[in-house]
């Protein structure tokens, strides 16, 4: 059985062994596995104890201590912290008891960790910091349950490393993760040996040419775009999954940007067709993700109430903000810089547009802010683009889009290479979250965006440096 947090009271850190009337109670092993979880795990999924099948949980108590430094304030890690603290306060049984609580049919129990002490680790780790008490406490139930799977999950690849060289099992949370992400999903398909006549179709037809006309191409997706192509002609063409036909996609400009490559003219079509309500691009620096998002939303104004331009400032949380010089509007501007340049190169490249642009600013119908700042918010008849949305997590990203109001289109942009984030990668961001789940959607667009178009300069050093 689990040592229970009431059963640890009496043990001390001089200690390596658990007190003996624990150690008696630990003797009969578990059948099912043991996850103990680190404070990241909750932050990033505030129904992570709900999603270990059969296994059993096991709380540090540490976790708790540190969870409470959490519940108050307004941003996402707030909102996650007081969600699984109310989760935890409903379970039906005492999760301090000896038997924990059960998380549920079909589910595994859940219970709190006194923090326990494990001499080889005191020898070794400097500081009682609070990873190591996580640790420490996950180390000692290793030892004394030995017929039970204990398995350390973090974000915190740092803890990850220390944990195995103890020779203790750890892992990722990877209920929200895409496992290969060679396989992730681009929004764009090259397919070779299409006759002439169906390209010649696609281009002279609006109406584009029936599926069945295309049976060498396996199971398209709502939206997913084709490069169709053979010696001699090529056509690029998007899939409409309600009337089941390929449609031709022109290398149209937008707001007096023109598309440079086929992915630029996949993004333009999805970005500006108005029965698409969400867009997702990724790629690289200088591929052109917010240009083409902004110049869109420019592009669309008459069609919405207001234009919404958005980031995330510092992951995690904005308290560093603090300690930069000036008022709010002086401690915000260097984040939000790289959206005003963009807008900066739209108005250059576009001279009849200033006006415009100057009057929907004072309007307040174009709005370049930061994404906490319009947290909780009903977007109705909005042009909402996020950009560096790799640096959100998927519950960050879920609220986002569950905010959106009627008539509302959202566009999410990011580098799923630049992640800032200290406990997300490639593979578990929200943006590769949100490709991953929503791909095929009717109202859904991916596209992955490859070539770099800012420069010869910043092409050559994305892809050498």
């Not at 999603?51 to 108590?61: G, M, R, S």
């Not at 490393?161 to 764009?188: E, P």
């Amino acid at each position: 059985m689990i040592p229970s947090a009431r059963k640890l009271t009496s043990t001390t850190h001089e200690s390596s062994t658990v007190a003996p009337d624990v150690a008696d109670e630990i003797t009969s092993p578990l059948a099912r596995k043991l996850f103990v979880l680190d404070t990241n795990v909750i932050l990033h999924d505030a129904q992570c104890i709900f999603k270990f099948q059969e296994h059993d949980i096991a709380l540090p108590i540490t976790v708790l201590e540190e969870l409470d430094r959490f519940k108050k304030g307004d941003n996402d890690l707030h909102f996650q912290a007081r969600k699984f603290l109310r989760s935890l306060d409903e379970l039906a049984c005492d999760v301090m008891s000896d038997e924990g609580a059960s998380l549920g049919e079909g589910l595994g129990r859940i219970r709190v960790l006194m923090s326990l002490p494990f001499r080889q680790a005191d020898e070794v780790l400097l500081g009682d910091t609070v990873d190591h008490r996580i640790l420490k406490t996950a180390l000692a139930v290793a030892s004394l349950e030995s017929a039970t799977d204990v398995t350390l999950v973090t974000k915190d690849t740092n803890l990850r490393l220390k944990s195995k060289a103890f020779g203790l099992v750890a892992q990722d949370y990877n209920n929200d993760k895409i496992r290969h992400l060679d396989d992730l999903y681009t929004g764009r398909r090259f397919v070779d040996d299409v006759s002439s006549e169906t390209i010649a179709a696609i281009y002279d037809c609006e109406a584009g040419v029936a599926r069945h006309d295309l049976k060498s191409i396996e199971t398209p997706l709502g939206n997913e775009n084709f490069i169709l192509r053979n010696g001699s002609r090529s056509v690029l063409a998007t899939y409409d999954a309600v009337e089941e036909r390929f449609r031709r996609v022109e290398a149209s400009q937008c707001f007096g940007i023109r598309p440079r490559n086929a992915e630029q003219s996949f993004a333009i079509n999805a970005l500006t067709d108005s029965q698409i309500r969400l867009v997702t691009l990724s790629g690289k620096a200088g591929s052109g993700k917010t240009l083409l998002s902004l110049a869109a939303g420019l592009a669309c104004e008459s069609e919405y109430r207001q234009v919404l331009l958005a980031r995330p400032i510092v992951p995690l949380s904005n308290r560093d903000l603090g300690f930069l010089p000036g008022d709010a509007h002086a401690k915000i501007e260097p984040y939000m810089q790289p959206l005003f340049d963009n807008l900066s190169v739209l108005k250059h490249g576009n001279p009849g547009s200033q006006a415009l642009v100057a009057q929907m600013l004072e309007d307040e119908r174009l709005q370049i802010t930061p994404l906490a700042y319009i947290r909780g918010r009903s977007l109705q008849q909005t042009y909402f683009i996020v950009d560096e949305a790799q640096n959100l997590t998927p519950h960050e990203v879920k609220t986002i889009i569950t905010r959106a109001g009627e008539g509302t289109k959202i566009v999410l942009t990011g580098d799923l290479q630049q992640i800032d984030h200290p406990y997300l990668d490639s593979a578990s961001n929200g943006l590769t979250y949100v490709i991953n789940r929503m791909r095929g959607q009717q109202l859904y667009a991916h596209v992955t965006l490859e070539k770099g178009v800012r420069s010869e300069l910043s092409e050559v050093a994305s892809n050498l440096l």
